[in-house]
C-alpha cells in the first residue's frame, strides 16, 4: 500500500459538500481506492487544521440568521 500523502490528487476538486453532484460521483467512481482515501485524509487534515467551529448557541445564531433575512443579506 503506497502512503496517501505521496499521491498527488492536487487535481481532484469536488464541488458539492455535503450532497454530491452526479459529476461529482463520477469523478469519485474514476480515482482509484488510494486515491479516495488521499482525498479523505486531504479533507479531514483539512478540518482538522481549519478554524474551530463557533461556540455560538443555537439563540445567537437563529439571531444572526434573523438579522440577515431582516436586512436582506
Avoid at 479533507?43 to 440568521?65: H, N, R, W, Y
Amino acid at each position: 500500500m503506497s502512503r496517501i500523502d505521496a499521491i498527488d490528487i492536487s487535481n481532484v476538486e469536488f464541488s458539492s459538500t455535503v450532497f454530491p453532484t452526479d459529476e461529482d460521483m463520477k469523478l469519485w467512481e474514476s480515482l482509484s481506492p488510494a486515491e479516495q482515501r488521499a482525498a479523505i485524509m486531504r479533507d479531514v487534515k483539512q478540518g482538522l487544521e481549519g478554524p474551530p467551529a463557533s461556540k455560538a448557541s443555537k439563540a445567537e445564531i437563529m439571531g444572526e440568521v434573523l438579522d440577515e433575512l431582516k436586512h436582506g443579506i
